[in-house]
């Protein structure tokens, strides 16, 4: 089993930056992808960047260019980087992380971006 637990979220003004921490544990070993999500209020789930063990990166359009995932390497820890926010990046952020897809989940992070 993995267990995942994120950090790093908080209220922000607009332009502002934040690091968001995902921290992995238990059988890592088994770990390949992790990824952040995020679900504003009264919409639905979505891919905000993902890293595979290879360091392969995706990420989506509304996002390119602001936020910077990176892990540490041995898939235990993997950070969001988010610069240049806008009120529209407000949301809960979960970190995911499996073997192919992601299994497994944290509690998520509330990030809030004022305008």
């Known amino acids: 089993q993995v267990q995942v637990a994120e950090s790093g979220g908080g209220l922000v003004q607009a332009g502002g930056s934040l690091r968001l921490s995902c921290v992995a544990s238990g059988r890592i070993s088994s770990i390949n992808v992790m990824a952040w999500h995020r679900q504003a209020p009264g919409k639905r789930r979505e891919l905000v960047a993902i890293?595979?063990?290879?360091?392969?990166?995706k990420y989506a359009d509304a996002v390119k260019g602001r936020f910077t995932i990176s892990n540490d390497g041995a898939m235990n820890t993997a950070y969001l980087q988010m610069n240049s926010l806008k009120p529209e990046d407000t949301a809960v952020y979960y970190c995911?992380?499996?073997?192919?897809?992601?299994?497994?989940w944290g509690q998520g992070t509330q990030v809030t971006v004022s305008s």
């Open positions: 890293i595979s063990r290879s360091g392969s990166t």
């Open positions: 995911g992380a499996g073997p192919i897809g992601l299994n497994f």
